[in-house]
């Protein structure tokens, strides 16, 4: 890609994000402004800014790689995450917005009248949004690093500063102006591309199914491995050697592979001709180059699927990023319009990334054996059209997807920030709420810069799972079952929580290993872990009926409710 297009393009998606930021900040004066935009983010706009913050990394990146990488059975990402809004509308965005909280811990004290699961509600915002922060900085860097080369961590830090200066200086308000602007940013940067790669693909001489049968090279094509794989060969295979093939250097030497498994040394480049087979790679060790080292699917992927399910429908209603923008609605009312009005723009974004990742099987094919398959939507208008035209559309592409790291980035730093100044530090004023901000983004931007960290889809996933897990049991027996108690909810959410937090970090790390019988289950833990959280809520408030908090029937009455009504009522 030429940085010539694609370094200008990045630099005016932040120019414009800094100015219509300030746009909000002339008329951000109150820490209502500040916290939730004193309640009156009308639906349309609402609805925009919710699928800017809303369509991630994952969104723009990962979703194309892993459909590059393990085919349709992919498409259940973007289902999951657009259907996850249905619960949302139905059981939980108008009593969200009725409760009249800040934030989740808000909400928990409100329902409960507990200090102790207040605590508890923010630890896990904190950590799902730490979580979630890490790889829109990593999928920064990796964006600027395929666009110019700079070292991967610099990508991560300019979206640092500019979202820490957006949040800080006008809060809600200004995120809200921000957001809005990127959806439509990063829909144009997808859908503008995605119609003319559709029409090289079938203007091609020969157009290929991209789920049939592995693409070969169309073209010579040099490959830099960037970690020690292993290549599966089913049939021999010739390939020009720099570095280290099964034990042995070589500098420029021609090999004739034989079928079988040859191991390939970090940093060895392997020139392919025009027409050879895409070889399987494995890491070494085991486990494929799949952008998700949690599953590859090839095992139990009846199980993984309806794991990766449960986890984007249920996960979504807890994303404090997510769930932060129902408290600037004016009314209940508007709270479902504007879920209403997302499941649209949702929609139609998820649309695009599947296109990129087929396309990517195709013309491709050999970021499958360097593990870079995020960089697949970056890549493909250069290989498809290339010249001047081919270098614009990816300089689009390379705006959106720096559209897509902000303003999700943004949301999450406003809502980590929130709890952090409302229960870590002394004030809950405009100058701490500053403070907050910068708090939230320090942890994230140190790991991304320090030690790396999962791929997107991994950590995108985790994040899902531990919300489905957490908050999902808290707000939905918390707005509907009357007998909920604090001990009941604090020990749902750790439990839920917790264990699938446990479960994944442990795949993680690598434990219990690939084909291990326990593997499908802590890769995906949701199938468990949601029941899990919902029994143990249930069951612990059963055995402490004592313990329900007094007033929850009017507490319920103002989350079911309407506005006028409750109005009448307490005129009355």
Known sequence: MNSGYAVPAVALVVVATVLVGAFGLRISRTTSDFYVASRTVGPRLNAAAISGEYLSAASFLGIAGLVLVQGPDMLWYPVGYTAGYLVLLLFVAAPLRRSGAYTLPDFAEARLGSQAVRRLAGAFVVGVGWLYLLPQLQGAGLTLTVLTGAPDWLGGVIVAVVVTATVAAGGMRSITFVQAFQYWLKLTALLVPALFLVLAWQSDGAPRDPFGEPAGFREQRVVRVGDSVDLKLDRPLTVTVDGTVDGRAHTGTRLELPAGTHHVERGTRLTFAAGATVPRAERSGG???????????????????????????????????????????????????????????????????????????????????????????????????????GDLLGALVAGGAFAAFLSTASGLTMAVAGVLTQDVLPSRGVRHFRLGTVLAMSMPLAASVLVGGLPVADAVGLAFAVSASSFCPLLVLGIWWRRLTPPGAAAGMLVGGGSALLAVAATMAGYPGKGAALHALLAWPALWSVPLGFLTMILVSLATPGRVPPGTAAVLARFHLPEELRTEVTTA
């Open 287 to 389: 486990g494929d180059l799949s952008p998700s080292q949690a599953e590859s699917r090839e095992e139990r992927p009846l199980y993984a699927t309806y794991g990766l399910i449960l986890a984007t429908f249920l996960g979504t209603m807890g994303l404090p990023h997510v769930v932060v923008r129902f408290y600037t609605s004016p009314h209940g009312v508007a709270a479902r319009r504007t879920t209403v009005a997302v499941l649209g723009l949702v929609g139609a974004f998820y649309l695009l990334p599947p296109v990129y990742g087929a396309l990517g099987r195709l013309y491709a094919p050999e970021l499958t054996l360097t593990g870079d398959t995020d960089a697949a939507v970056l890549l493909l208008p250069g290989r498809m059209i290339g010249g001047v035209g």
